[in-house]
């Protein structure tokens, strides 16, 4: 088969994209996500719990992440998976206590495994005690101020203050039952905070100190992106408004400028500490607008997004990389990739659906989530093939990788939970997405057992049958598994990746080839045609090499001659 030369683009004819400097660890961490609920259970009542994520530490420890991220473990109705917090600073009794969390710091910090948890700050949940005080406050009471209460429209406030739909589907807004309204930009259970309120300012001050002060190095920004708003402009339809991503920072709910200086006053807390604690951004916003989450004087780092929505193409991931590159000397501090997380269907089944011209699969995938994974075919083996040469791809750049719990097993999607046991308000507000709860089924950490070795009793989400198969303890025993390339991958990474250079090096059209200090090459195949092998010695690859080529959906680590 022939193959073109590719089109490079400007920064491929800059040739060399060199990041700025970065030697510390935050710059080159690989971050493991836990979903807490659903990692492991350590007292059979079929919910992962803070003690079940001690107990596995020493899997954590094998497999050489720098750090855990820890979705939220607080007090919560679980109205949206825990993001809807009665209270920031206590662990919720399913998971277990606050003696529990330090046992569990304790015991990865003696892995040498770093924490990172989980902020909520645009929104409590509607049993947090300032939403109830602010209910009983009524009609204008001062305890409203916390929150976005509006007057209704209509005689008597019947109407809600505007067509404003929430991210969630439905109505943003919610009756507070005496004419006036709440906003809530997700579940009506999680109402929005006001930020201009000097109280909740204070008490996220203080929030971020209590875990700080127990020892927790970093910690993740839910909607950072979120919290200032302008509701002088109440008047302006849904329609004019509905597209969130602006450049110019325009938009009344979404990404405003003045964000940044809450985020000023959190620097100096975090840098009140040493070392500094971490922090980074999920902030979904125009890629253009990205960089300002993560300057050293904002949060520090923001999750790319765009890795996560990239096809399995060679023109998607140039284009994410180089992205992600020039935001890292733009801002002078680094960019956390990732493939997925607990918000988007796995990436092994998104790369094993068929690839549309039209859709990427990110949106594919959803559509075959309505079917309960019927249609179109997934092929798991072609998927999974994939998404082991794709973490490869991001533990071969600079800067941060975040795993999802789960896909270092080459997990899919499970796509037939039953509607009448999901969990995940999207599906329960919407006839169009059935939600977010095929990624976060208990992980298996055995072959058999009532839950696959998650607990002792069957998990909070059923697992289907084939779940067994991509255990912990199957893929241990198997040297070829999804498990054991992750593991070589991470133990590599920390010897080849030490720098932060980057040169892209002219490939065909199919290929992505990009070489890091020191003559280490990442190249892969992202065709289905296999191609010529660059000479040199293949330090690790995703797959069986034919003889003296890269077959197709492949990525090698070799090391140049010199
Ligand atoms: C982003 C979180 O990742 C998601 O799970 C949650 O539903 C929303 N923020 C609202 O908190």
């Known amino acids: 088969m022939r193959h073109n030369r590719r089109v490079t683009s400007t920064i491929d004819q800059d040739h060399l994209v060199r990041a700025k400097a970065a030697t510390d660890l935050w710059r080159t961490a690989v971050v493991y996500q836990i979903y807490p609920r659903s990692f492991a259970d350590s007292n059979g009542d079929g919910i992962g719990d803070l ?43 399913r998971l277990g206590t606050l003696d529990d969390f ?71 807004w919610a009756a507070a039952g005496d004419g006036q309204w709440y906003l809530h930009l997700f579940a009506a259970e999680q109402p929005d905070l006001n930020w201009e309120n000097e109280e909740v300012r204070a008490d996220f001050g203080d929030t971020l100190r209590f875990w700080a002060d127990r020892g927790v190095d970093g910690f993740r920004i839910d909607v950072a992106h979120g919290l200032r708003k302008d509701l002088s ?66 949060l520090g780092n923001a999750f790319n997004f765009a890795m996560q929505d990239a096809d399995w193409r060679p023109e998607d991931y140039r284009r994410v990389i180089n992205s992600g590159l020039v935001d890292m000397i733009n801002n002078g501090s680094t960019t956390s990739w990732l493939l997925g997380c607990h918000d988007i269907p796995r990436v092994a089944t ?76 999207m599906a329960s507000r919407t006839t169009t997405e059935k939600g977010r709860d095929g990624c ?70 199919s290929v992505l080839h990009f070489e890091r200090g020191r003559g280490v090459r990442c190249v892969t195949n992202l065709g289905a045609e296999p191609v010529a092998l660059p000479p040199g010695e293949v330090l690790l690859s995703s797959a069986p090499l034919d003889d003296g080529q890269l077959p197709g959906d492949t990525t090698v680590w070799i090391k140049t001659p010199r």
Request: aromatic fraction near 10%; hydrophobic fraction near 35%; charge should be negative.
């Open 51 to 93: 003690p079940g994520i001690t107990s596995r530490v020493p899997y954590l420890r094998s497999l050489g992440v720098d750090a855990v991220w820890l979705c939220p473990f607080y007090p919560s109705a679980l109205a949206d998976g825990g993001y809807d917090v009665d209270d920031h600073r206590d662990v919720d009794p």
């Open 102 to 172: 330090d046992a569990m710091v304790r015991a990865l910090h003696g892995a040498d495994i770093k924490v990172i948890v989980d902020i909520v700050p645009n929104h409590t949940s509607n049993r947090h005690p300032w939403f109830v005080q602010a209910l009983a406050a009524g009609r204008g009471g001062p305890d409203r101020d916390r929150y976005l209460f509006r007057d209704g429209r209509g005689a008597g406030g019947e109407l809600p203050p505007n067509d404003w739909e929430s991210l969630f589907g439905g109505s943003a």
């Open 233 to 298: 402009e109440l008047h302006l339809p849904w329609g004019e408004i509905a597209d969130l991503m602006r450049e110019d920072g325009s938009h009344p709910l979404w990404d405003r400028d003045d964000v940044h200086k809450i985020y000023a006053d959190w620097r100096r807390i975090f840098d009140s500490y040493d070392p500094p604690r971490y922090a980074v951004a999920e902030a979904s916003v125009h890629p253009a607008r990205r960089a300002r989450y993560a300057a050293a004087d904002s």
């Open 350 to 425: 998104r790369y094993g659906l068929p690839l549309e011209k039209d859709r990427p699969a990110y949106q594919v995938v959803k559509t075959w989530l309505l079917t309960d994974g019927t249609t179109p075919r997934l092929d798991r083996a072609l998927g999974e093939r994939r998404a082991r040469a794709a973490i490869m791809i991001l533990l071969a750049l600079p800067g941060t990788t975040y795993i999802y719990q789960g896909d270092e097993l080459g997990l899919h999607e499970v796509a037939d939970l039953p509607r009448e046991i999901l969990e995940d308000p």
């Open 440 to 509: 976060r089924v208990p992980l298996p950490w055995s072959q058999d057992g009532p839950s696959y070795g998650f607990g002792s009793r069957p998990a909070h989400l059923p697992q289907p049958d084939w779940f067994g198969a991509y255990a912990v303890s199957v893929e241990e025993a198997d040297p070829d598994s999804t498990l054991n390339l992750y593991r070589r991958a991470l133990t590599l990474r920390g010897h080849l990746f030490a720098r932060t250079d980057l040169r892209w090096v002219e490939s065909e059209l």
